[in-house]
């Protein structure tokens, strides 16, 4: 800062721009020139440090000097050595020779030799940096740990809690990794665990060779309050002293799952019987009726014709079941074999038969065993005016819908039995609506007519 065109202060922005001090701050008078001078000396910094980006040296500034303006190392910062690119003078490039040279700088830890630890060193991240001078255009670059995937590793898949990859250390073993995976999960198959090593002989292919190697309950690291291990549901597993089995760079472990291994699965039972609920299976091949057996049967209301079976596994959704049949013939398919979260609703018998739709007096009728589709249709006054008689259908008590069926003279009507609907749907229903689009239209043209009469008064 130059006052009266006398030199009046020099003021040095990096205080200010890496740590905030503004002590040496001047105000400005009126007539004061701010002059910002070309760079001096620069060396840059790259790599795993805070702040890495190209920095001014003043006079006799050293790598500790740069590394403390970069705000020291990264945590993820490989500290046994850091390396100085540095232009060669001229003279020094001859014909063939490379124009830069590279410096190892060592970067020893604090206390494995005290000598080192002396007047214009640094401590960072606990090792020692050394107050190297630099020159115009070096380059500091600070290299990072390799990822896991670039070191020594071992990983650990099935029922565990935590998979994944773990740096390997010397002398890990199994029960090391299982420790870090968090232990086993509920249902872990603990007499034995399958590793996959890397071969010593690969002449003939071969990628990995697997062994079994044993485990017991002392790879269950939860107690309770007496001391107990928190053992997996299944059978037991007995500490049977298995040998600590030392782990090698790159092994796969597997941690077994227990066979038909499965928590309990639930279906739900509801309506005209007599212990209604959501009941657990008891095995995989449960069916239908040894259900019914359990909730103590169909009671005397029940209408068997209009069970609602809906299976939610894989979407497949309503699923059409004989009830009668499979109550008294449980070996045919009938008595469908119950899968996890399936629904069964039992209706109770509805002696009449509903119409709604196109129909002249819309409303329900006594069911009359064997009458057939027109029979509900005259009790209902019959068709209207708007009938579409072409695609009436009945809509069962079991959720089934069946379809009038017309083919040249003959016509095929389902029957409507007890607690069913008959739908008559309204003719042109799915067609076009000319009014609708008369109306748009009829909209469009008055904007239109109005936007020409605007037009021409302009």
């Given at each position: 800062?130059?006052?009266?065109?006398?030199?009046?202060?020099?003021i040095?922005l990096?205080?200010?721009?890496?740590?905030?001090?503004?002590?040496?701050?001047?105000?400005?008078?009126?007539?004061?020139?701010?002059?910002?001078?070309l760079?001096?000396?620069?060396?840059?910094?790259?790599?795993?440090?805070?702040?890495?980006?190209?920095?001014?040296?003043?006079?006799?500034?050293?790598?500790?000097?740069?590394?403390?303006?970069?705000g020291?190392?990264?945590?993820?910062?490989?500290?046994?050595?850091?390396s100085?690119?540095?232009?060669?003078?001229?003279?020094?490039?001859?014909?063939?020779?490379?124009?830069?040279?590279?410096?190892?700088?060592?970067?020893?830890?604090?206390?494995?030799?005290?000598?080192?630890v002396?007047?214009?060193?640094?401590?960072?991240?606990?090792?020692?940096?050394?107050?190297i001078?630099?020159?115009?255009?070096d380059?500091?670059?600070?290299?990072?740990?390799?990822?896991?995937?670039?070191t020594?590793?071992?990983?650990?898949s099935?029922?565990?809690?935590?998979?994944?990859?773990?740096?390997?250390?010397?002398?890990?073993?199994?029960?090391?990794?299982?420790?870090?995976?968090?232990?086993?999960?509920?249902?872990?198959?603990?007499?034995?665990?399958e590793?996959?090593?890397?071969?010593?002989?690969?002449?003939?292919?071969?990628?990995?060779?697997?062994?079994?190697?044993?485990?017991?309950?002392?790879?269950?690291?939860?107690?309770?309050?007496?001391g107990?291990y928190?053992?997996?549901?299944?059978?037991?597993?007995?500490?049977?002293?298995?040998?600590?089995?030392?782990?090698?760079?790159y092994?796969?472990?597997?941690?077994?799952?227990?066979?038909?291994?499965?928590?309990?699965?639930?279906?739900?039972?509801?309506?005209?019987?007599?212990?209604?609920?959501?009941?657990t299976?008891?095995?995989?091949?449960e069916?239908?009726?040894?259900?019914?057996?359990?909730?103590g049967g169909?009671?005397?209301?029940?209408?068997?014709?209009?069970?609602?079976?809906?299976?939610?596994?894989?979407?497949?959704?309503?699923?059409?079941?004989?009830?009668?049949?499979a109550?008294?013939?449980?070996?045919?398919?009938?008595?469908?074999?119950?899968e996890?979260?399936?629904?069964?609703?039992?209706?109770?018998?509805?002696?009449?038969?509903?119409?709604?739709?196109?129909?002249?007096?819309?409303g329900?009728?006594?069911?009359?065993?064997?009458?057939?589709?027109?029979?509900?249709?005259?009790?209902?006054?019959?068709?209207?005016?708007?009938?579409?008689?072409?695609?009436v259908?009945?809509?069962?008590?079991n959720?089934?819908?069946?379809?009038?069926?017309?083919?040249?003279?003959?016509?095929?009507?389902?029957?409507?039995?007890?607690?069913?609907?008959?739908?008559?749907?309204?003719?042109?229903?799915?067609?076009?609506?000319?009014?609708?689009?008369?109306s748009?239209?009829?909209?469009?043209l008055?904007?239109?007519?109005?936007?020409?009469?605007?037009?021409?008064q302009?």
């Amino acid at each position: 800062i130059r006052r009266q065109d006398q030199p009046f202060a020099t003021i040095d922005l990096y205080d200010y721009l890496l740590r905030g001090d503004k002590r040496k701050d001047v105000r400005l008078e009126t007539g004061d020139v701010v002059f910002v001078p070309l760079h001096g000396p620069r060396a840059q910094v790259t790599g795993a440090v805070l702040r890495p980006a190209i920095y001014e040296l003043k006079s006799g500034e050293t790598l500790v000097d740069l590394v403390r303006d970069a705000g020291g190392f990264r945590p993820n910062a490989a500290l046994q050595r850091v390396s100085i690119h540095r232009i060669l003078p001229a003279p020094l490039r001859g014909p063939g020779a490379a124009p830069r040279a590279v410096l190892d700088v060592p970067l020893p830890a604090v206390g494995a030799d005290s000598s080192q630890v002396r007047l214009g060193n640094a401590v960072f991240n606990n090792v020692i940096v050394s107050p190297i001078p630099l020159e115009d255009g070096d380059s500091v670059a600070v290299d990072s740990l390799p990822p896991l995937a670039g070191t020594l590793f071992v990983a650990i898949s099935g029922a565990v809690n935590k998979p994944g990859r773990y740096p390997w250390r010397d002398k890990m073993t199994l029960r090391d990794l299982v420790l870090l995976a968090r232990g086993p999960k509920i249902g872990a198959y603990l007499k034995e665990a399958e590793i996959a090593r890397m071969p010593s002989d690969r002449t003939e292919g071969q990628l990995a060779q697997t062994i079994r190697v044993p485990m017991d309950s002392t790879y269950l690291f939860e107690r309770d309050s007496l001391g107990r291990y928190f053992g997996p549901a299944g059978p037991a597993f007995p500490a049977s002293g298995a040998l600590e089995e030392p782990l090698q760079p790159y092994d796969n472990v597997l941690i077994l799952k227990q066979p038909d291994f499965q928590l309990q699965r639930t279906v739900y039972l509801g309506g005209e019987v007599r212990f209604a609920g959501t009941y657990t299976l008891t095995s995989k091949n449960e069916r239908l009726a040894n259900l019914i057996d359990r909730a103590g049967g169909l009671t005397p209301q029940a209408y068997p014709e209009g069970i609602q079976f809906f299976r939610v596994g894989n979407k497949v959704g309503r699923i059409n079941v004989d009830l009668r049949r499979a109550l008294g013939e449980r070996t045919t398919g009938s008595n469908i074999v119950l899968e996890p979260s399936d629904s069964i609703e039992i209706p109770p018998f509805q002696p009449s038969v509903k119409l709604t739709g196109a129909v002249n007096s819309p409303g329900s009728v006594l069911w009359e065993k064997g009458r057939g589709l027109e029979y509900y249709l005259g009790a209902a006054g019959g068709f209207s005016s708007k009938a579409d008689r072409r695609w009436v259908s009945v809509r069962y008590a079991n959720g089934e819908v069946r379809t009038r069926r017309r083919w040249l003279l003959f016509t095929s009507d389902p029957e409507p039995g007890p607690g069913s609907e008959v739908v008559v749907p309204i003719r042109g229903a799915a067609g076009t609506n000319w009014a609708v689009v008369a109306s748009a239209l009829a909209g469009v043209l008055s904007s239109t007519v109005a936007l020409v009469v605007l037009l021409k008064q302009l």
